[in-house]
């Protein structure tokens, strides 16, 4: 089936304005992952969901980012007032069960604020 | 805390064998993996070793932990133009994955 999705691939904003990420993952996969991945910084953990809730959300790097997740599916990734720190690359994965389970990764969203 | 290190750049020759390290800090790790990403797209999952093991071996990938040195490596036997990628090991953390910076393996004929 198909994989991982996140939209957009590839977002440039203006410093200050507020975006919105987006993941649909493999369908009847239960956990939900977000990392954050900058140059040479390797992979960030932000957040991670457990159905709708969010055991783990100790990696988010401050109050203007948020993340939901809906109906078990679908989740939004939400930066307010971003920065230019804030530009990465921004990859969610997702997991039948819980770990060991392989963690199956979308494309990621390429965000830049300028 | 949690820290996982890597050397960030490795060059070999097509055909020669690629060693790619790792070390990580959280002794209470259950399982330690590989991942390969490739030019603009997510990672992919090559391996897994479960911390009760010593090697495992998958095809021209043998994975090595030395629990005493936290130390994990990646043999990537007869190398080829396609291994080129970025290779993040990652450790079991609870219920999520800590990433290190990634290897970078560049693949020269």
């Known amino acids: 089936g198909a994989g991982v999705s996140q939209s957009p691939s590839n977002k440039v904003t203006e410093k200050g304005k507020d975006v919105e990420l987006r993941c649909d993952p493999i369908s009847g996969h239960t956990a939900l992952y977000w990392y954050r991945q900058s140059l040479g910084q390797g992979l960030e953990f932000l957040i991670y969901?457990?159905?709708?809730?969010?055991?783990?959300k100790s990696g988010l790097p401050s109050d203007r980012f948020s993340a939901e997740r809906t109906g078990g599916s679908v989740s939004t990734l939400t930066i307010q007032r971003t920065q230019q720190e804030d530009s990465a690359v921004y990859l969610c994965a997702s997991t039948k069960g819980l770990l060991p389970s392989p963690l199956h990764f979308g494309n990621g969203t390429r965000l830049t604020v300028t | 805390g949690e820290d996982v290190e890597q050397s960030l750049f490795l060059s070999v020759r097509e055909g020669d064998s690629s060693v790619i390290n790792c070390t990580y800090t959280?002794?209470?790790?259950?399982?330690l993996y590989w991942y390969k990403q490739e030019p603009g797209a997510g990672l992919q999952l090559l391996t897994y070793i479960f911390s009760n093991m010593d090697m495992k071996q998958d095809q021209r990938l043998t994975v090595l932990l030395n629990k005493k040195d936290k130390h994990l490596s990646l043999r990537i036997a007869d190398t080829q133009t396609g291994d080129s990628a970025i290779y993040f090991c990652a450790e079991r953390n609870t219920d999520k994955l800590i990433f290190g910076t990634g290897t970078r393996l560049q693949v020269f004929p």
């Open positions: 969901f457990q159905g709708n809730s969010a055991p783990d």
């Open positions: 959280d002794s209470s790790s259950t399982y």
